[in-house]
């Protein structure tokens, strides 16, 4: 199993950046997937998932309206448009999937992730 994140570094507060997300060694179509955060000294957090499972979607509350997901199911691919970022975006995100919760338990609750990418940096200067 392999998540493989890319598309982080370092941009203006204000500006824009998508994170992509290829899976591989799973069945894709079965899982919901999607990025959470932790930024130094905090504690992780759901950003965002998809799931063609159950057509479900989830946002944190802190990037609703900012960040939007979408997935290439050809391509195994998720992805995250960031825009208006804020330096309070700053963190390392994570590439994550889960088969057997709905977007809403497993990333509103950070529970039962079965798969994690490796991070990639986030960083948005003011």
């Known amino acids: 199993v392999q998540l493989q994140a890319s598309g982080g570094g370092l941009v203006q507060e204000g500006g824009s950046l998508r994170l992509s997300c290829a899976a591989s060694?799973?069945?894709?179509?079965?899982?919901?997937i999607g990025w959470f955060r932790q930024a130094p000294g905090k504690e992780r957090e759901g950003v965002s998932c998809?799931?063609?499972?159950?057509?479900?979607?989830y946002y944190g509350i802190s990037v609703k309206g900012r960040f939007t997901m979408s997935s290439d199911n050809a391509r195994n691919t998720v992805y995250l448009q960031m825009n208006s970022l804020e330096p309070e975006d700053t963190a390392v995100y994570y590439c994550?999937?889960?088969?057997?919760?709905?977007?809403?338990?497993?990333?509103?609750?950070?529970?039962?992730?079965?798969?994690w990418g490796k991070g990639t940096q986030v960083t948005v200067s003011s």
């Open positions: 998809i799931s063609s499972r159950d057509a479900g979607t």
């Open positions: 060694g799973f069945t894709f179509d079965d899982y919901a």
């Open positions: 994550a999937a889960d088969g057997g919760s709905s977007c809403t338990f497993a990333w509103g609750y950070s529970y039962g992730i079965d798969y």
